[in-house]
């Protein structure tokens, strides 16, 4: 143990020595790991982030979405769920709590409403009243548009806090009216504000009346529909995922042999599916920034060959007076695993501070979450990246002949 303290003792005061050309030598490693941390700091934001806003969503809900493959795309044909399977599930499925269908009015990238002269590009939603239930998000002024609403096909709406600053409204627009494509709307609430998630708005909406709606779009057998289902008990969650998907697939005619083509997922599925997604997107970017350590470690390796020339006649000195191959070994091997572990916690800190600050100036960005594990597999990767590139150097250092090492000028 003492050897081992003495030979760190004097690689930490070799680096001391020579410290500018000790902090040029592990440059690449601080880039390196500086990029990685700064890179998962990023991501995992955006994964908790994620977490946060699909536990929202309720742990006894189900999605129901078209979905179109791959083939049927080149052919141009695509998936929709109509209204007729809206109706078949509202009237065989039981054990709901909910059930609310959402309709894209304008189409799916949205359209433009205006308030007097103020114009502004928006998603325009029609939903059931019981889309606040299944959805988690309530009114912060006003009320949220009702069965009455429905069935007398209202022009009345409800808007997103985001959208209500584009329109230049006042902070309670309650009883304006907004133009939507040719139709006047009372406006009778203002949303909870949700945040953005990946830049993009979550409050930027209009939400009518499902009936309403639907009497706007111009062609109803076009429309295609997500529902969301709230089963009264999450313990009878798969059996109602399994009588939906048995539902729909009689609704839509599909064989036996045919494959489904729509989705049903539930609130931890589609969070799930995004956090895979996130977790590629951090594993490719990790594998090309992480390109910068090995990049560091030759760069440590090259130095260390270099500090091995300039003290030969210092190496033969020391085996002159009875230093063993092995503690010369030891001494310029610890110096190259010191200096790649220092270039790790330099890195850290400079890679955390840089998520932190993309985090503050990206608009939408999620706060950046640095998990304790990544921060210590950084510095103990970089001390491995030490010990293979300094392994060479420390095994020529170790093998001059302290004969020899004298006589070199």
């Not at 070799?14 to 500086?34: D, E, K, Y």
């Not at 939400?207 to 009497?215: D, H, I």
């Not at 589609?270 to 760069?299: K, P």
């Amino acid at each position: 143990m003492t050897d081992v303290l003495l030979t760190m003792e004097a690689a930490f005061n070799s680096i001391r020595a020579h410290t500018l050309r000790s902090l040029l030598t592990v440059l690449g490693i601080v880039i390196g790991v500086a990029s990685v941390i700064a890179v998962v700091s990023i991501f995992q934001g955006m994964s908790a982030s994620i977490t946060e806003q699909f536990a929202g969503l309720g742990a006894n809900n189900l999605s129901v979405r078209a979905e179109t493959s791959f083939e049927d795309q080149l052919q141009g044909r695509r998936s929709r769920i109509a209204i007729s399977d809206y109706q078949r599930l509202h009237d065989s499925v039981q054990h709901l709590a909910e059930l609310s269908p959402t309709l894209d009015v304008l189409g799916d990238h949205g359209g433009n409403v205006s308030a007097g002269r103020v114009e502004a590009f928006t998603r325009v939603i029609a939903s059931s009243p019981s889309y606040q239930h299944s959805r988690q998000v309530y009114p912060r002024i006003g009320r949220f548009i009702t069965e009455a609403d429905n069935d007398s096909r209202r022009r009345v709406c409800v808007l997103g806090e985001t959208l209500r600053e584009n329109l230049n409204l006042p902070a309670n627009p309650l009883g304006q009216y907004i133009r939507i494509g040719s139709e006047w709307f009372k406006v009778v609430g203002i949303m909870e504000e949700r945040g953005e998630v990946f830049g993009f708005s979550q409050d930027d909406f209009v939400l009518m009346p499902f009936a309403t709606g639907l009497a706007l779009v111009s062609d109803p057998a076009q429309v295609d529909l997500r529902i969301d289902l709230q089963a009264r008990d999450r313990s009878n969650l798969e059996f109602l995922r399994d009588r939906v998907e048995q539902v729909l697939r009689q609704s839509r005619r599909l064989a036996a042999s045919a494959p489904d083509d729509f989705k049903v997922e539930t609130a931890d599925q589609l969070g799930d599916s995004l956090q895979t997604v996130i977790n590629l997107v951090t594993t490719v970017f990790v594998g090309v920034v992480g390109i910068s350590l090995v990049v560091g470690g030759i760069g440590i390796m090259n130095i260390m060959l270099v500090s091995v020339t300039e003290r030969t006649r210092e190496i033969g000195i020391c085996k002159a007076l009875g230093a063993s191959s092995r503690s010369i070994l030891l001494q310029f091997l610890g110096e190259a695993v010191l200096l790649s572990a220092l270039g790790g916690l330099i890195g850290v800190a400079i890679g955390y501070a840089g998520g932190l600050l993309a985090s503050s100036l990206i608009p939408g960005l999620p706060a950046a979450v640095v998990p304790w594990w990544t921060a210590l597999l950084s510095v103990a990767f970089s001390g491995l990246v030490g010990v293979i590139f300094g392994l060479i150097p420390a095994a020529k250092a170790a093998r001059l002949d302290p004969i020899e090492a004298l006589r070199y000028e």
